[in-house]
């Protein structure tokens, strides 16, 4: 047995979202709300921290030291999950330093998370100079990667598809945002280990679809062999679409906004502008082509979280300017 601290709320539910495939007039469409998974507002970071916190606490760690954009969901998650252990938290945000803090970035503060603020391109080489100052400072750190995508984290994802099947929920296809791979890896990988023959279709959220595919078949591989059973996984099994990258991370196009209002006008349900809504517009856009889901077939859309986001500047003016 991998240990695994219990901290989400699960099962999450699986919901019809029935007045949305009427109005596309596509497959029939279902959503699975781990943006329901209860930390701090949840998300899907909080399947994969589980492991790593288990980790973390063995270790002897007092202090939680992660990455990402100022808007992070992961890193908001990390935070909660330090002040729920009594652990210190380092956050390395890429960005501006804020003035006001909103969204999730005012979440992090208010968890009492510490920032440390770079550039992009820094980031990585930052995050490693701080795990060693804090290291020589004797704060015990341990170091989550990029959206806790590490073999154990994507134990987190393994688990959620496990629960699919208790949930006796059958679907065709899931559709899923996919950036640090995590997540897709997980799924995936259970897909594998318990025959099912649909689909897990990744919607790149920022990343060339072989970068991604590749990244998200190594990790399901060493997650595979954590499990002890060395699966072997290639670029060609793992179902990538590129097409929605848009003008990049985190910026906010019409057809991510358009999904974001179509999901809360028709389901009363908040996606996010950063993942959520950029995977929501790629699945919409497929339907109205009609090249992919076949009419009769069961679609389910993760909802991976995020939707703190939407209080932040710019999403939350762009949609004040709609
Ligand atoms: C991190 C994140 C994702 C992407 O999951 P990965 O496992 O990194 O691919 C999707 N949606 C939301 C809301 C996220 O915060």
Redesign the pocket.
């Known amino acids: 047995m991998i240990p695994r601290i219990r901290i989400a709320t699960l099962p999450t539910p699986i919901e019809p979202l029935s007045r949305l495939s009427a109005a596309l007039g596509g497959p029939s469409l279902w959503i699975k709300r781990d943006d329901l998974t209860g930390l701090a507002m949840g ?3 909080v399947r994969k921290l589980e492991y790593l916190i288990a980790e973390a606490m063995a270790h002897g760690a007092q202090t939680l030291i992660t990455l990402g954009a100022a808007q992070s ?2 890193c908001r998650q990390t935070a909660a999950l330090a002040a729920r252990f009594g652990l210190d938290c380092i956050l390395v945000l890429s960005g501006e330093p804020d003035t006001v803090p909103e969204g999730n970035l005012l979440l992090d503060r208010l968890f009492g998370a510490e920032v440390v603020w770079t550039k992009r391109e820094a980031r990585e080489t930052v995050f490693q100079e701080v795990f060693e100052t804090a290291w020589q400072t004797g704060r015990r750190p341990y170091q989550i990667p990029l ?1 806790a ?1 590490t073999p154990l984290g994507v134990l987190g994802y393994v688990t959620a598809f496990r629960e699919l099947e208790q949930q006796a929920f059958e679907a065709d296809w899931m559709v899923t ?8 890896a997980g799924l995936i990988l259970e897909a594998r280990r318990s025959g099912w023959k649909g689909h897990v279709l990744g919607i790149s ?1 920022d990343h060339p679809r072989r970068e991604l595919q590749e990244k998200v078949a190594g990790l399901a591989e060493k997650a595979s062999d954590l499990l002890g059973e060395q699966l072997l996984f290639s670029s060609v099994d793992i179902e990538v679409n590129d097409g929605y990258l848009g003008k990049g991370y985190g910026v906010m196009n019409d057809a991510d906004a358009e999904a974001i209002r179509l999901f809360a006008r028709y389901e009363g349900i908040l996606l ?1 502008p950063v ?2 809504g950029r995977a929501a517009a790629g699945m919409i856009d497929l339907i109205r082509r009609g090249s992919v889901f076949k009419a009769g077939e069961k679609v389910l859309f993760w909802h ?3 939707t703190p986001a939407l209080f932040a500047p710019p999403y939350s003016q762009q949609f004040n300017q709609r």
Not at 177 to 184: E, L, R, V
């Open positions: 998300g899907n970071k969901n992961h959206g995508s945002a996919s950036s640090s791979g995590g997540t897709q959220i996010d993942y959520t991976t979280g995020g």
